[in-house]
């Protein structure tokens, strides 16, 4: 079958397509490249990806591409499913042949709602959809596609077993060559990473157990299943080739460095192709594994601090202690490996004063660049089913974990905070954090060493005002 992998149009500025942890606008321009969608079409021969958002491609636009497809598979997310239950209604208008699939975290939970809440999906895929895709395009019998809930012709919706997680994962092909095909690298930026960037996936799957954590809880499960050393960094040599300009490769595995070994493995073959590479990390990566991967091109780590209480820490299973993080941080100033931290606040157990304690914690380790986030309950979550069990949830609305701009909303209310206060700490955080001496002057002196640089922070600095006035009038215009 003729097939188009899709992440459609929706909020302006929107990351919410298969590479996105959690989607929403963020404050600067920020996106994500399209990761599982690139898997799946690697593994159906003709078929194309159409990341709308980053491309500034209209509705109108999709649809003319859409409608010449036979079979379309949609990524969906849980803010974007009525939006994108829209695409899928105006493809079937256009091409009332075409067979539509929905595929992401979102439908994985909740796969008999979707189908029953929007007749134009024919069929949706729970779990890894890479194999599910790719059997359904080759056309394989619906009911033989383990992995897909689908309507028969008569109405009914029928559950398959369930696909079993791919353990092989070298047997993936690489997506750097859909990339390359379908994709302009130029429209992705992360304000952290160097751009033009590459990033991939060299595992699937997470140990820790965070609450809140979407993509363990709902797609690859607690177990890190890792390609080999070999062949992660032999798709690094042919991006190299592939995309002469790129500046630096990131590993958007959950945790790269869980398994230290490995992680020293890898970094030591990339060393020999003098690539410049980043990671996300946990705190409890040793001294001497961060100086092998710093003498082997580690330039920055993602890291998810979260909180500066413990106790909240705790509550939410994020498995790392304060001191932990002091001395990672600690030992990353030492040997010059620059750190992104994120945080995130609305986590159970949150008050003024632990905002309070955590943006001083923010201070005191005093990090390259931060990111701050609403702690948002993903259906399917363990965080969830906590909201839920104990009426934290003020808007339990699927579309309402954003506002109308498609910013982060605040849909969580305790006992101990109110729903206002959550919401304007985020602006409150940035401001305190960034508003300080040292983090300008880091910021002057990268804009100092090079022109690009210094273009790009200024833009990144009108979007962020300009995301704050944007996120505060759209939140004063909704109610719970």
């Not at 539509?100 to 959809?129: N, Q, S, Y």
């Not at 009911?143 to 070298?170: F, K």
């Not at 490769?249 to 590479?277: M, S």
């Amino acid at each position: 079958m003729k097939t188009l992998f899709l992440n459609p149009p929706s909020f302006k500025g929107f990351d919410g397509g298969a590479g996105s942890r959690y989607q929403a606008r963020r404050e600067i321009t920020s996106f994500w490249y399209p990761t599982w969608l690139a898997h799946a079409a690697a593994l159906v021969p003709g078929s194309r990806l159409l990341d709308c958002p980053p491309h500034r491609i209209t509705l109108e636009q999709c649809l003319q591409i859409a409608k010449d497809y036979d079979l379309v598979v949609i990524f969906t997310s849980t803010p974007t499913f009525n939006n994108d239950c829209k695409v899928a209604r105006a493809i079937k208008q256009l091409n009332p042949a075409v067979q539509i699939g929905m595929v992401g975290p979102h439908v994985t939970v909740l796969a008999e709602d979707a189908l029953k809440a929007e007749p134009a999906i024919d069929w949706v895929a729970r779990g890894e959809f890479d194999l599910t895709c790719k059997e359904v395009a080759e056309g394989v019998p619906l009911p033989q596609v383990h992995g897909l809930s689908y309507r028969t012709p008569d109405g009914q919706i029928v559950h398959n077993p369930p696909r079993a997680l791919i353990e092989d994962l070298d047997s993936l092909p690489w997506v750097v060559d859909v990339y390359k095909r379908d994709l302009d690298i130029k429209r992705y930026y992360i304000g952290y990473l160097e751009h033009p960037y590459i990033s991939i996936y060299t595992g699937r799957g997470c140990p820790a157990q965070c609450i809140f954590c979407l993509w363990p809880q709902t797609m690859t499960g607690h177990r890190y299943r890792t390609r080999s050393p070999e062949n992660v960094t032999a798709e690094i040599a042919h991006a190299k080739k592939l995309f002469p300009e790129v500046k630096e490769f990131f590993f958007d595995d959950d945790t790269f460095t869980i398994n230290q070994k490995r992680a020293c493995e890898i970094a030591r073959l990339l060393a020999q192709l003098g690539v410049t590479w980043s990671c996300s990390s946990r705190v409890t990566v040793s001294y001497e594994t961060l100086k092998v991967l710093r003498e082997c091109g580690l330039r920055c780590v993602m890291v998810g601090f979260e909180s500066g209480n413990q106790e909240i820490l705790n509550y939410a299973k994020k498995g790392i202690t304060l001191q932990q993080a002091r001395d990672f941080v600690k030992n990353c100033h030492s040997l010059g490996i620059k750190v992104h931290g994120t945080f995130m606040l609305g986590l159970p157990g949150e008050t003024p004063e632990t905002i309070r304690q955590t943006i001083e914690f923010a201070k005191e380790l005093d990090v390259f660049t931060i990111q701050v986030s609403l702690a948002t309950p993903y259906p399917g979550t363990e965080f969830y089913r906590l909201a839920t069990e104990n009426r934290w949830l003020v808007k339990s609305n699927p579309d309402a974990l954003v506002e109308p701009v498609g910013f982060q909303d605040a849909v969580l209310e305790y006992p101990t905070l109110s729903r206002n206060e959550l919401f304007n700490a985020i602006e409150r955080f940035y401001k305190e954090y960034y508003f300080r001496p040292r983090p300008i002057l880091r910021i002057f002196k990268t804009m100092l060493q090079d022109k690009r640089v210094f273009v790009r922070r200024l833009r990144e600095g009108c979007e962020f005002l300009s995301s704050m006035w944007l996120r505060k009038k759209a939140y004063q215009n909704t109610e719970p």
